[in-house]
Each structure stands twice: as structure tokens, then as C-alpha cells.
């Protein structure tokens, strides 16, 4: 498990790493190593968050900034893995946060850091998997519902969402399926598109049509399993 701390009190995040150690050394036969990165400003962790598998947060010391502004900027980057908010001279339990927030109050001890883990690695275990989409300033992360389907057309990449957005990357159809292996719903009825079988609307003679009146032509090879996802999305 890899863990963030943003933390604006230098003894409470020195304090927490020799916790964290001796709970990594326990659990080695187990869960496995626990390993974290301390930051002392939330700018820092927010260079890369999607790293971490639980984030750990307290700012209470930096002038216009507390744990629940670390927060927000979280979710705004996408981030779903569990946090905990270190109740010390803020009570974080008395403001509102998205379900994946879970708390912990200072002086942190030893058994009450070691719960919380364990709170945090069965949120992970009911987590939705995030699939990543590298767009040219920035990174998108979707779930796989809201993937309806990818066109290719020339160098480029058209991802149409459910909600009705498109997001267009510099890359293949084919290189998108592969990223998409672990998500079986999703099948490329030939070199130039990818489709979600979840959003088949309808079937015809070796064609497919998706939520929206898009239509594919489907491989031979390919119709037995676009008919297993209709199938299977539209029970009779």
C-alpha cells in the first residue's frame, strides 16, 4: 500500500512515519509493506495523487488553507482511493465529505492508525477501477460506463461519453483496447473503433447500433460476442 501524507505540522508527519513503520513491519506476513510520502504543502502531492491508494490529510497551520481544500483538489484530479481526515485543532467530522473520506483523530495511536488502514484497503477492494486517458495538457480518468464508444479518424481519437462529451486523443483504437483488456464489456469490431457492449441498442446482419443511432460494421469473428453483450444488457 502506498500511502500520502500532506500534513502542514513537521512533528505530527514525523510522528506518523514512525507509526507507519512499525504497522508496515507488522503487516509484512500480510497486507504487505505500507510506504509514504510526506508532504508538508498539498501542491506537491497534487503533482501526481493518482499514485496512492490512501491519503492521509490534516492542514490546519497554512494561512487559507485546510484538509478540506486538500480534499476538494483530490477529487477535482479524479481521485476515488480512500481519505483520512486527522481531526486535530479542526473536527473534520462536523463539515461534509464524499463517502471515500473516512476519520482519525490526533494524537494518532498505534491501533487507531492500524483500524484505519484496514478501513482504507476495503474501500479500495469496492472501489470502481479508473481507466486513464491522457489528453495533451492534462489526464482524464473514467470509469467504464462512461465509455460508449472510440472512433479513429486519421491520427486521432474520439472518445464519446454517455454524458454526451468527447474527449479527443493523440492515439489509436487499437491502443486504447489494450489499455481496456480488464474490462470485458468492451470489444473493437474492427481496427478503427471500440465499443462498450453495455450501450448496443440494437443488432443487425454483421452491424451493431449504439445508444445515439451510431452505427459499426462488425467483423464476422466479432458478431458472436456483440451478441453475448446485448444479450446480456438487454435480458428478454
Known sequence: MHIAL????????????????RESDRRAATSGTLFVDSFGNFDSLLTNPMQYDVFYIDMCKTPGITGTDVVSALSDKGVNAPIVMCCSDINYREQSFPENVIF??????????????????KIMEQAVPLIEIRVEKETRYVTEP????????????DIFLQDGSIITILDNAQNLFSQLENFPVFFSPGRKAVLNGRYIE????????????????VSHDCMAYAKKMYNEFHPS
Open 104 to 121: 482519525l483523530d490526533k494524537p494518532i495511536k498505534a491501533e487507531e492508525l492500524s483500524v484505519s488502514i484496514d478501513h482504507a484497503l
Open 6 to 21: 500532506c500534513d502542514d505540522n513537521v512533528a505530527d508527519r514525523k510522528q506518523f512515519e514512525r507509526l507507519v513503520k
Open 202 to 217: 440494437a443488432l443487425g446482419f454483421y452491424r451493431v447500433t449504439m445508444r445515439g443511432g451510431k452505427s459499426f460494421r
Open 146 to 157: 462512461d465509455i460508449m464508444y472510440a472512433v479513429e479518424h486519421g491520427r486521432m481519437l
